[in-house]
């Protein structure tokens, strides 16, 4: 026989789920990218921040308005750089080239870090004129990744 679940249970599972983790990292950027797809508006929320170890840049997908999973393990940024390093600055690319940046293998990801390198706080890729859902390097790839890697030393 299945054991009912109270509502006290309820929450204590709640706030075990959010309890406070060890500080990692130093968040420089929290903010949140529009999806890619115009079907499933919505947001994407992640973190850039520094780790306090090594103080390199890293990047987390921490949550989506509407369903979706995926991984919500800190990525680092020069990984992403190095796939986005390998594009032709005309050619566009799809967004399974991030697939490689997560060690979690949810279908969602590679999509879900794409919308984030789109948005203004990143800005590291554009969309192509002929699709949503194709990337090309933003026309200030380089002053955008220097800006970003900045970050590392600034705060």
């Known amino acids: 026989m299945a054991r009912k679940t109270t509502k ?11 309890e406070q983790l060890p500080e990692t990292h130093q968040i420089l950027i929290d903010d949140k990218a529009s ?15 520094k780790h306090l170890e090594t103080n390199e ?6 949550g989506n308005d509407g369903g979706g999973l995926h991984s919500k393990e800190w990525v680092k940024l020069s990984t992403i750089l190095e ?12 967004s399974s080239v991030f697939k490689p940046v997560f060690a979690g293998k949810s279908a969602n990801n590679a ?6 390198l789109r948005c203004s706080a990143i800005a590291l890729t554009d969309s ?14 380089k002053s955008r990744r220097e800006a970003l890697l900045k970050l590392a030393s600034s705060k």
């Not at 840049?57 to 921490?62: F, S, Y």
């Open 8 to 18: 006290d249970q309820k929450e204590h599972s709640k706030t075990a789920d959010t």
């Open 128 to 141: 192509t004129e002929n699709s949503t859902f194709l990337h090309m390097l933003n026309k200030n790839f």
């Open 83 to 94: 796939i986005l390093d390998q594009q032709e600055e005309d050619k566009p690319f799809k």
């Open 35 to 49: 999806k890619l797809s115009p079907k499933q508006p919505g947001f994407i929320y992640f973190e850039l921040g």
């Open 111 to 116: 999509s879900f870090i794409a919308a984030v």
């Open 57 to 62: 840049l890293e990047l987390r997908l921490k």
